[in-house]
């Protein structure tokens, strides 16, 4: 996502000077990122995009743009509410697109997928017999086994009834999302994200009892009036529900916000109070016995993994469905068009309900040979596990310090690069260089995808 601040240009400048860096600029969650998309010329045939390209082991995706609120830091492409029949309508379109690419990726070779996912938005704002129908559009349309896959949901407080969770389990999720945030109501406030405590652990108790293997609670640092007390806190109320996982992420002030129309945050002093809070939020979790997979990311140790990390929205064979979804070929990234306004969201919407053929790409970008080891080596040196060199090179055939010294190099005298893991060929972070994952990111884009998202007009 696109900070408010800092583009990705000064912090590949600031990160090649030694001049100091901003560790909140963006969360590189899918590189190149939307904002650098435009249409594609000609708008090819999605037969063409996938014929010759592995289909053994795609993910596939879900979307579903419909919240009941939305909250003041959310720069996703989602809608409130779906009045006179939208749900319906959207469904019957996501129904019409699953026939059309599940044609386009033909029989060239074999059609399976590895892991599902349904996001958005917020997918359990359907109704029990609305989800139902989705389920079927993956496996009847698309041909995926949910029961046989990582089935990945992501749920609101408000959203997780006992009717939507039962559906969701007997289809086979593995994985529920919930947005929490905060347990304490008056940040939940501060964040323009209307809840109360009890109906949170309310929520929470459904979903155990609906016994999903894996329960992630997201939770987010750097809210005004949020201190370490009210940070531990949440925490606290989290861990007591032991979650599988953990996300915990930084506020942004994004442009075309609910936050950014009532306060703007650029000072030194707020990056200082995130780090401080994402430091103790850290040591906490990994005191009570969590590992870190990535800055966001922990996982209670011994917790066996539901599906792919939070980089598998960066891999090749992603098939997207809804107007707000992505998809990846080798060569080509593709989605609908992108915004966040209100009323432009709502036009998107009403244009996707009301198409009937979906046999081709609309907006995109194609990734060429560099970008595509940006994207490896983003996707990798973001995760604490980092990559193995030899892995790199039995790909691209070149070294990442062969194809990215300045970057690399700058990074290292930064203190961000382990260089004990260096000597035993592994390309890793350090603990600091993982507090700053969103300078990091943003550094290693090319400046081709950095002029497009510069030249991008917010909508």
Not at 123 to 138: G, K, N, S, V, Y
Not at 276 to 302: I, K
Not at 308 to 330: F, K, V, W
Not at 394 to 407: C, L, N, S, V
Request: proline letters at 6%; aromatic letters at 8%.
């Amino acid at each position: 996502m696109t900070a408010l601040v800092t583009t990705p240009a000064t912090a590949t400048a600031a990160a090649g000077t030694g001049a100091p860096v901003r560790p909140y600029q963006s969360y590189v969650y899918a590189y190149p990122h939307k904002t650098a998309y435009r249409p594609l010329p000609g708008r090819p045939a999605l037969r063409d995009l996938w014929r010759g390209e592995d289909k053994s082991a795609l993910s596939l995706y879900l979307h579903i743009p419909f919240c009941e609120v939305r909250c003041g830091f959310c720069n996703l492409f989602t809608r409130i509410g779906a009045p006179d029949g939208l749900a319906g309508r959207y469904l019957d379109a996501l129904d019409r697109q699953a026939a059309a690419v599940r044609e386009a990726l033909g029989d060239d070779g074999p059609v399976r997928f590895a892991n599902a996912a349904f996001g958005g938005g917020t997918p359990t704002f359907l109704t029990a017999d609305e989800l139902t129908r989705l389920c079927d559009i993956a496996e009847l349309r698309m041909g995926a086994d949910l029961r046989a896959v990582p089935l990945s949901v992501e749920t609101s407080p408000a959203t997780a009834t006992a009717d939507r969770l039962a559906v969701l389990a007997e289809r086979g999720a593995t994985r529920l999302s919930i947005g929490v945030q905060s347990f304490v109501d008056a940040e939940a406030r501060a964040a323009v994200r209307p809840q109360r405590r009890a109906d949170v652990e309310g929520a929470l108790g459904r979903i155990r009892e609906a016994r999903i293997p894996v329960l992630n609670i997201d939770l987010i640092y750097g809210i005004d009036g949020q201190t370490p007390a009210t940070w531990r806190t949440s925490l606290d109320a989290a861990l007591a529900w032991e979650p599988e996982e953990l996300y915990l992420y930084p506020l942004y002030v994004r442009p075309l916000t609910g936050l950014a129309r009532r306060t703007a945050h650029t000072d030194s002093a707020w990056d200082e109070q995130r780090l401080d809070l994402y430091r103790r939020g850290r040591d906490h979790l990994l005191a009570h016995g969590y590992e870190q997979v990535s800055m966001r990311m922990f996982r209670r140790a011994g917790a066996a993994p539901q599906g792919p990390d939070d980089h598998a929205c960066q891999t090749d064979g992603m098939i997207g469905l809804g107007c707000g979804a992505r998809s990846y070929t080798s060569a080509v990234h593709y989605s609908f068009d992108y915004a966040v306004d209100m009323g432009e969201v709502r036009a998107i919407i009403d244009d996707y309900t009301a198409t009937g053929d979906f046999g081709r790409a609309e907006h995109g970008r194609y990734v060429d040979g560099g970008e595509a080891r940006r994207r490896h080596l983003l996707q990798s040196l973001l995760q604490a596990r980092g990559m193995p060199l030899a892995d790199y090179r039995a790909r691209f055939g070149t070294g990442p310090h062969e194809d990215f010294p300045a970057e690399l190099g700058a990074f290292t005298a930064r203190g961000w690069l382990d260089t004990a893991a260096a000597e035993c060929g592994e390309l890793r972070l350090t603990p600091e260089g993982l507090a700053h994952s969103d300078a990091l990111g943003p550094a290693l884009f090319s400046p081709a995808v950095r002029a497009a998202m510069a030249a991008y007009d917010p909508k």
